[in-house]
């Protein structure tokens, strides 16, 4: 008893210390310019479960602890808008026991993430679903619904939830809109690339530009994921680690070369 | 204690910036070499890109225009001794672009493999009729061929309208091998070279938009009395008017490579698709490079006029290709 007593002391010990060590980085962060928007690709799920010798649904649970984890680093930087990509129109392919298991992931763990102690709350953060969310179950769409209705009050940070997304179906939906937008005003001004980007999805929560594009597990590819939204002046940065591995020193890195390019612009970019 | 928080990022940066160096020497030093051009790989890019980029203030200047130009002979010459069919040289401020007569005649003079030929852009909008065009009219040397919609071909494949390629039997076909003949010297494939600049992006789909609603307006004033039937593209749709099914259109590229002509300000820094078309790039591969070698860097250091530029060498191209090889494509499965 006394070993178990010693063993759990010694755990919450270093959970502090982690925890003390992770908020003197961003602290010494937060006095160099930080992003305003970053989006994620959380790849590396299944690969990251095969490498453990577990289930694939295990990995997701993995990857949905990470982005908790990321979640709350970034709002604790300062970063106001941050966008996640959790379900492809592309993944509805996989096989169905996989893709209902993800639905009953996100289903459940939505509510838990705007609840009393879950990180939107604690970080006054606005979660916005993007995607064609007809396409998801019927459970999903209500969580979903839950979910934004729980955090639309809160202002000072966003969360994009990229699900059942597709940037090409982004991109179509907005000329669509724009388009009949025009039709039903009958303005005679022409459709301007503005125009468009104010249709885009990530537009709904007043996202600014990309400024940083992360994806995890080393595949080289935005995979359909913000290509409007992205191909401007965002850093695009490929990491190798798989989604559930990523932590504070993986975040560091990134957020160093963006302070760099900040501060490599002549003073009248600025 | 905030400026202890304020050293202790100047530290991270300074530790930051010397793990690059070293990861920049370790990675030209002690990495093995990738396999030559003409390897068998277990897969190539159809349709490769090349994405050059400059500092913004060297727009404008002769030599980086020289650089770049430089920069695309050599993707093609690699294209074709790789076995590429089809490439694109891209660059956001349309500096090819205003050069692109210029390329095509060093690209003819280079091999004679390529005639030259003006093509009409074939980007086709539904269902206005395309606005009248002087695609009859004969390429005319240095002209810029930069049309509105920011893509040229610079050089065509041997199509269906050239000379037959293969030789047949008949007294006809004879004549057609003699005039093959005459046109390729060599056995290498031709490349298919568009040029592309940051208008053929965004502003396109902008314009697409505007042509769907001139159609359905006009659909409209066919019907007076009926309002405008709102409009339900799909994306199926939208890629078949950017991409094109039948002509040689901007479609999406396999893999791009991203390079710096001009010496990046910091080492290693992140990559970056300088407005690259964002609809073609839904499943491209991206290769990119983002160390100046060091010995370019210091002889940079040195004087800027010993090593201005960067530009696309063979080594980079075959790594490109090498990971290209190695990739994996799931598709969302």
Redesign the interface.
């Known amino acids: 008893m006394a070993a178990a007593y010693a063993s759990s002391s010694i755990f919450r010990a270093r959970e502090r210390l982690v925890d003390l060590f992770q908020r ?1 980085v961003v ?6 310019p930080i992003p305003r928007h970053v989006a994620f690709v959380m790849d590396g799920n299944r690969r990251y479960a095969r490498s453990l010798g577990v289930r694939v649904v295990d990995g997701h649970v993995s990857g949905y602890y990470a982005l908790r984890r990321v979640l709350e680093i970034l709002y604790l930087l300062g970063v106001e808008h941050v966008t996640a990509y959790a379900f ?7 096989t169905p026991e996989e893709v209902d298991a993800l639905m009953s992931l996100a289903q459940d763990r939505l509510i838990e993430f705007c609840e009393h102690g879950g990180v939107l709350r604690e970080y006054g953060v606005r979660l916005v679903a993007v995607g064609n969310i007809s396409l998801c179950p019927p459970g999903v769409q209500d969580a979903i619904r839950r979910a934004e209705e729980m955090t639309k009050d809160n202002t000072r940070a966003v969360f994009n939830l990229c699900i059942s997304y ?4 982004e ?2 939906t907005a ?2 809109t ?3 937008e ?3 005003s009958q303005s005679p001004t ?4 503005a ?2 980007d104010a249709h885009m999805m990530t537009a709904r929560g007043n996202s600014p530009p990309l400024d940083i594009f992360v994806r995890t597990s080393g ?6 994921f913000l ?2 939204q ?9 990491i190798r680690r798989y989604w559930p591995e990523i932590g504070l020193l993986d975040i ?2 990134i957020l ?2 963006y ?3 900040v501060w ?1 612009k002549p003073a009248s970019e600025s | 204690m905030s400026w202890v928080a304020w050293l202790s990022l100047r530290l991270f940066h300074l530790v930051y910036a010397i793990y690059l160096a070293l990861w920049s020497i370790y990675t030209r030093w002690f990495v093995s070499e990738p396999s030559s051009l003409t390897s068998v790989r277990d897969k190539l890019p159809a349709h490769l890109a090349v994405n050059l980029a400059c500092s913004e203030d060297m727009t404008g200047d002769e030599t980086v225009k020289e650089a770049f130009l430089a920069c695309a002979e050599r993707a093609v010459l690699y294209c074709r001794q790789a076995g590429i069919r089809r490439l694109t040289m891209y660059d956001r401020h349309g500096i090819l672009l205003s050069a692109s007569g210029l390329l095509k005649h060093r690209l003819s003079t280079a091999d004679c493999a390529v005639q030259p030929e003006r093509l009409k852009p074939s980007i086709v909008y539904p269902p206005t009729p395309p606005s009248s065009d002087d695609s009859d009219s004969q390429f005319s040397g240095d002209e810029a061929l930069g049309d509105s919609v920011g893509l040229v071909t610079v050089c065509p494949e041997l199509a269906k309208n050239e000379p037959i390629k293969k030789a047949g039997r008949t007294k006809g076909s004879l004549r057609r091998r003699s005039r093959a003949c005459r046109i390729s010297f060599t056995a290498t494939p031709n490349v298919v070279v568009q040029v592309a600049s940051q208008t053929a992006g965004k502003a396109v789909l902008a314009s697409v938009a505007n042509r769907l609603l001139h159609a359905a307006q006009q659909s409209s004033e066919s019907m007076p009395g009926r309002d405008a039937k709102s409009i339900s593209t799909t994306a199926t749709e939208l890629q078949y008017i950017l991409e094109g099914a039948n002509s040689p259109t901007f479609s999406a590229p396999d893999l791009m490579i991203v390079h710096n002509v001009s010496c990046p300000s910091r080492q290693c820094s992140p990559m970056e698709l300088h407005a690259f078309p964002p609809w073609q790039i839904r499943l491209t591969e991206f290769f990119y490079d983002g160390a100046w070698s060091l010995r370019t860097r210091v002889l940079r250091h040195l004087a800027d006029t010993l090593a201005p530029f960067s530009l696309l060498t063979e080594v980079e191209f075959r790594k490109a290709l090498d990971e290209y090889a190695s990739a994996q494509f799931r598709v969302g499965r």
């Open positions: 003197a602290a010494a962060l937060r006095t160099g492809a129109i592309d993944n509805f392919k996989r597709a940037s090409r179906d991109i179509t000329v669509n724009t388009v009949n025009k039709l039903a022409p459709i301007t690339v125009d468009l595949v080289l590819r935005l995979s359909d290509l409007w992205c191909n401007e002046d965002t850093q695009i940065q490929f560091i890195p160093l070369d302070q760099r390019k490599s």
